[in-house]
Each structure stands twice: as C-alpha cells, then as structure tokens.
C-alpha cells in the first residue's frame, strides 16, 4: 500500500486565464520526481528536498522553478493567480502555518476542521497548506475528480514517519503471539501515513484528532465486551497517554509504551494482557519540548495567568496546565477569553504569534523561553503556494498527493467511522473532568 505523488498535465486550464499571468516557459523546466531515487522504508536518514521516499513523511524532492521569496511582484502574482483560480481551487490553511500562507486560506483550522472540510469541499483543486499526512487524508476523503495538492511535498510530519507500516504489522504480530490482538481495537491518530490509517481501518478500528481523541477512544473500548477491551493507541504516546487518564479516567498504569525498536516491543505478554491502552513509543518534536518547569516559571513570573496546552504536550505538562485542547479549541479558549486574560500557551509558535497578534487586549505569550516552530509545516511558503497556483493556471498540477485504491478503501472506511462519531467532546482539561 503506497501514497503517491504525481505531476500531471490537465486538460482544463483555459487560455484567458494563462494569459493574465506573466507568460513563463516553467513546464520544460520542471523536472519530475518520478526520476529521482526511492529510498525504502526504514532508511535511517533522508535529507529534506534531496530524495524521494513516497510511502513516508520523510523528505522528498520538491521540483521545478520556484519564484524568489524576495521578488517584490510575489504578492500581486498570488492576488493575480488566486482570483484567476477562482472557485476552481480552494486553500486550506491549518493553524501552524506561517501568516504569508495563511493570509490566502479560504479556510484555516485543526486537523479534524480541515479534513471535515475537505470531505465537503466542491472545489476541482484543494491546495492544502499543511502537511502530507492532511494532504493525504483530504486525497482520501475528495472525490475521484478533485486534485489534492501539497505546495512543498517536503512538508512531512517526524511524528508520523514514527511509525511505519512495516513496524506496525510487525506489532500486530506481537499482539496476536501474546494472545490479546484478538481484543484490541486500533486507533491511530491523524498524523500518521495513509498505510497505517488503512491498517486501523481493516482491523475494525478508527482515527481521531486531538479534537476528538476521547470520543473516539470511548468508542474503540466499546466495541469490545465492558472491560475486556484494548486500544493499541498510534503513533504520539503523549496524546493516547493524555487520552485515556485526563479523558477517560484510566489509571497511568493501565497503560504501557510500545517500543518498536525493543524485540517483542520491550513488553512481556503479562505486561501486554494487563493493559488496557498500548501506546505506541511516538512523539511530536515540537510539543515534546515543552517542559513541567516552565509551568511553574509561567505561573511564578506571570501571576493569575491561565496555562493551556495541546495533548501532544508530555503528561507531565499537560496535568500542571488549566486547560488541554487541539489548536482549534486552543483558538476558541483564547478568542472567548475577557480583555485583560493572561494566557500562556504550549503549541506550535505561528500559531501563538497569530493569537498574539489578533487578540492584543490580551496578554497571549508562549509557554516556551526559545523558539519553537514546526519545521516541516514552515516548509510551505508564499513562493510554494505561488507556483502551485500559477502552474494550475499553466495547465499543471505540481505535487500533487494520491492515495492507491486499496489503501484509500481501507484509510476511508477509518476515516468516516471518526466523522461519524456522535456527539460533542469533553475538553482533557481536569476541570472537565471533574465536572
Ligand atoms: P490539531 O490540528 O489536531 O490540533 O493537531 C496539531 C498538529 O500537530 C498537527 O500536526
Ligand atoms: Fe508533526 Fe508535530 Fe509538526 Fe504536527 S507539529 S506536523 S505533529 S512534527
């Protein structure tokens, strides 16, 4: 089961619409990837932009002829591009990108926003300025006559790329050896290949986002008989850990971590038959960062300031903070809170520079003394998302994201048993819980 990308010619563009953009000869130049090397799974490192590893996260070419991020006619040729697109294409922005991509979203938001969208949109090309793993399930979910493009197929996820398919079955292997696989019900989180959502798919499980990770944890525990159910939770171990003690109430000692790299996964079959949550051993780079000490300096420094984190945060931050939420309940939180409200914030730094910036009758810092972007998500820029409109309008469409059939079959089936879930989700926050 592979993702792949492709640059394809289509018939569509029209010769008045090519004619209000600047004639450029970029199709000859563009040099399909198509020709570059493959690595295979499991190869240890992969340069961003130097080789090609379709069926992961990792790094891949980006080809063709990129416009200069200095050159001073960039914004008219967006402006000129975009509205010469017009309803063919939508962008969508997810909230980590830069404000040079997000100022031409038709629609910004979380992960589950996003794919809920793309699942609705009406456009020929969805343009999603996010990363691959979102490019992927908006491939998913659009039908078979909409093109799903990445603007920089570079923009993979490290968390996602911890979990490769090849490791998972290996797993699953495991699971079925220690003779609980047969009560386990999987459940990957979004940022994880198409593989590994066809995976859960196939195997009577489902997908969340770190909007709706408890609900749809409820629901994998209750398609097991009362007690007796697993979740083999995939892949950030932060947000299954967060999960299933701040969501659920299981105890901490209900779960264990899964270590690919360990033989048998560095569990015992006892350990295994006693879980109730087996978490995969991933993590988001970003989040991890965030530490329980720089709570306690927030608090200290900033009196009466309310903490709030995403559930990629590590457990130990995310019981010291107020409040646990996706970027889009983080965004909601902020928005309703009174003028005046301090708030610090453990997410992904655009997105609380952007908050900052828009709600500056509140004192909105990051939780983090240093800098802390998602690289791979900054990897989609301005030149990026100008070439992708522009070649559309040239009659090419540049990275663009596919699915296979059977992978898309299984990942889809995942997929709409997450967006089928019933009813409104209880925020991890402890107050929540308690309530
Ligand atoms: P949400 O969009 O679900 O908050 O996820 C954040 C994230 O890490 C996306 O990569
Ligand atoms: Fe992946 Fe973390 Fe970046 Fe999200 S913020 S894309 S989980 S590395």
Redesign the pocket.
């Known amino acids: 089961m592979k993702s792949t990308v492709s640059r394809t010619v289509t018939p569509s563009a029209t010769a008045s619409t090519t004619a209000s953009i600047a004639a450029k000869p970029r199709a000859a130049r563009i040099r399909p990837h198509t020709d570059l090397p493959t690595i295979p799974n499991g190869s240890p490192l992969l340069l961003l932009g130097r080789r090609s590893d379709a069926a992961t996260?990792k790094g891949v070419y980006c080809p063709g002829d990129l416009p200069s991020p200095s050159d001073p006619t960039l914004m008219d040729r967006a402006r000129a591009a975009r509205d010469a697109l017009g309803d063919r294409a939508v962008v969508l922005g997810?909230h980590?990108q830069r404000d040079q991509v997000i100022a031409w979203a038709d629609q910004r938001g979380d992960s589950f926003a996003l794919s809920r969208f793309a699942a609705t949109a009406d456009a020929e090309f969805i343009i999603f300025c996010?990363?691959h793993?979102?490019a992927e399930s908006a491939a998913i979910l659009a039908r078979d006559d909409q093109t799903v493009i990445l603007p920089d197929l570079a923009?993979?996820?490290?968390?996602?790329d911890m979990a490769e398919t090849r490791q998972v079955v290996d797993a699953w292997a495991r699971l079925e050896r220690a003779g609980v696989a047969d009560a386990t019900v999987p459940l990957t989180?979004m940022?994880s290949t198409a593989d590994i959502k066809a995976f859960c798919g196939e195997r009577g499980g489902t997908i969340c986002t770190s909007s709706n990770a408890p609900r749809a944890m409820r629901w994998a525990f209750a398609q097991m008989p009362y007690g007796a159910g697993k979740v083999l939770f995939l892949p950030?171990q932060h947000l299954g850990r967060n999960t299933a003690v701040l969501g659920l109430g299981l105890d901490l000692a209900d779960c264990v971590v899964y270590d690919p790299w360990q033989p048998d996964g560095g569990l015992t079959d006892e350990e295994l038959g006693a879980a109730r949550v087996i978490l995969w051993k991933g993590h988001?780079?970003?989040?991890a960062r965030f530490l329980p000490h720089m709570v306690d300096e927030a608090r200290e420094k900033l009196p009466g300031i309310e903490i709030i984190v995403h559930p990629?945060c590590r457990h130990e931050v995310a019981v010291k903070a107020d409040r646990v939420g996706s970027t889009g309940q983080i965004t909601k939180w902020v928005e309703d809170a009174p003028a005046g409200a301090r708030i610090a914030i453990a997410?992904?730094l655009n997105l609380v520079k952007r908050l900052a910036d828009e709600h500056r009758d509140k004192d909105v810092v990051f939780l983090d003394d240093t800098v802390c972007f998602?690289?791979?998500?900054n990897r989609i820029d301005l030149p990026h998302l100008v070439w992708v409109m522009e070649n559309l309008l040239d009659g090419v469409v540049v990275n663009q994201v596919t699915v296979d059939a059977d992978t898309r079959h299984w990942a889809r089936v995942a997929l709409d048993r997450m967006l089928a879930l019933p009813g409104d989700d209880r925020s991890l926050s402890a107050t929540a819980i308690a309530s």
């Open positions: 996260e997810h980590y996010g990363v793993f979102m923009a993979g996820c490290s968390m996602a989180y940022n950030d988001c780079s970003v989040h990629e997410t992904e998602c690289a791979t998500m």
